[in-house]
């Protein structure tokens, strides 16, 4: 049998020779993009998305996430990650039978009509077929069903971010039709799963018949400034952080502010997240991220990730974790800190690395960290807020640079879980 044949021969029924499957199949021409396209087409038609909802599993989506960490990465490091990530995905809940074969075979008209009036009336087995139709969809076609989906924070908004996080992952894997309709065929079925509008339509209520748009820019207020806007999304109830929160929108706030406001907000509640809530924490960075990379004008959205930030639990500053003073400016000392689940450590020389001016450092070195934790103990999430990340740097000022990176050293040392099967996944690598 060939390494292709090997490699689907496990994705249909995982065996102990996944990963030397795994590894025969990266080390062809193309190897790293043929392997991830198969498991897509192989997988999501056989994932029992249903039975997770109103979760859903990140073994899919959690492949983007590390795609997007490869420059990061050394490839021995990439490959483990990548290997243990299509492991988790190939071992979610699967499908009966008849209706995984019914899910694989079934293709509408490819019609957008068709396929907004399925997300409407909230049919999703229809908007999968119906989305099978489209010939090769495009990021076009992803970002339209990211604005039908934008106002719906259903699940903490995995509707949006699943359509921009997919429509970057076909990308990454350099368009193939079949991969494309898989992936697209998923995140419109999520879009036709039930839908939860609260928090826009009381955004909504509070903008009024005002059109407020929300302009793309740079931050312009330091710390400072912004501290007043921190505070109002951490400590506020919901009402009154809406109505402070939409005040600024309609004077004009742009993206830039809002997002920095955004980001030191959720480090913050990062800072105060206990073991057992380090992970869906870390989630705000990831909807944060996708508003960075779609870069909505419509308020609606910024209301709903300040109401989603506002949501993780706050605790007094004197309780929180600090990082020591003097701690090394150290990339392997950080590395090891957060290894040994030491969070003020790792804090500490993480502030010390990017007081320096030395992002990109700290930045590889929570890829690393996030790689060697088995993804299916907590749910890709490590993996998830990384890639967040580093999508949120380049749009953010240094000061909420700095929180995001420090807080999520702290999250990544207090979060540590098992990296055996990291460990057996890199045996027949042999990078």
Same mark, same amino acid.
């Given at each position: 049998?060939?390494?292709? =044949? ?11 020779? /996944? ?20 498991? @897509?087409?192989?997988?999501? *038609? ?7 909802? #109103? ?81 090769? #969809? @495009?990021?076009?076609? /992803?970002?339209? &069903? ?29 368009? $193939? ?37 929300? $302009? ?68 705000? /960075? ?9 870069? *909505? ?33 150290? #990339? ?15 804090? =500490? ?62 999250? &990544? ?19």
């Amino acid at each position: 049998m060939t390494p292709e =044949g090997r490699w689907q021969q496990e994705l249909e029924a995982p065996t102990e020779a /996944f990963f030397g499957a795994f590894a025969e199949r990266v080390a062809e021409p193309d190897g790293v993009r043929d392997a991830v396209r198969d498991a @897509v087409k192989a997988l999501v *038609p056989r994932i029992d998305w249903e039975a997770y909802q #109103p979760h859903v599993p990140h073994g899919i989506l959690g492949l983007r996430a590390v795609l997007r960490l490869r420059p990061l990465l050394g490839e021995e490091s990439f490959l483990r990650a990548l290997a243990t990530q299509v492991h988790m995905a190939a071992h979610e809940g699967r499908r009966s039978a008849p209706a995984q074969a019914q899910a694989a075979a079934a293709k509408g008209s490819g019609l957008w009509r068709n396929l907004e009036a399925f997300i409407r009336s909230r049919r999703p087995a229809l908007a999968y077929a119906e989305a099978q139709g489209f010939d090769l #969809p @495009v990021a076009a076609d /992803f970002q339209r &069903l990211g604005r039908l989906t934008e106002t719906d924070m259903a699940n903490v908004g995995h509707k949006a971010v699943l359509a921009c996080d997919l429509a970057d992952l076909q990308e990454r894997l350099e368009q $193939p039709k079949a991969t494309g309709r898989r992936l697209f065929g998923l995140a419109a079925w999520l879009a036709a799963t039930p839908e939860d509008t609260f928090w826009a339509r009381r955004a909504a209520r509070r903008l009024g018949d005002l059109e407020v748009s929300v $302009p793309w820019n740079t931050a312009s207020l330091d710390g400072d400034e912004l501290a007043p806007q921190v505070r109002d999304i951490c400590d506020l109830g919901l009402v009154a952080l809406l109505d402070a929160f939409t005040a600024r929108l309609k004077t004009g706030q742009g993206a830039g502010d809002s997002l920095a406001a955004l980001v030191l907000a959720a480090a913050e509640k990062q800072l105060d997240a206990r073991r057992d809530l380090e992970g869906k924490t870390a989630w705000a /960075f990831v909807y944060l991220a996708s508003l960075a990379r779609t870069r *909505p004008a419509d308020p609606r959205p910024w209301c709903q990730a300040a109401a989603l930030v506002n949501l993780f639990p706050t605790d007094e500053p004197e309780e929180r974790i600090c990082p020591p003073e003097g701690a090394a400016a150290d #990339p392997e000392a950080l590395l090891n800190a957060i290894l040994d689940a030491e969070p003020a450590g790792a804090m =500490g020389h993480a502030l010390a690395l990017v007081r320096e001016g030395r992002v990109e450092e700290v930045l590889k070195v929570l890829a690393e960290a996030s790689t060697r934790n088995d993804p299916g103990f907590n749910h890709a999430h490590q993996v998830l807020a990384v890639a967040a990340a580093a999508d949120l740097l380049p749009s953010l000022p240094p000061f909420a640079q700095e929180a995001m990176l420090v807080a999520l050293a702290k999250s &990544l040392a207090n979060s540590q879980g098992s990296g055996d099967l990291g460990r057996m996944a890199a045996k027949p690598l042999k990078v």
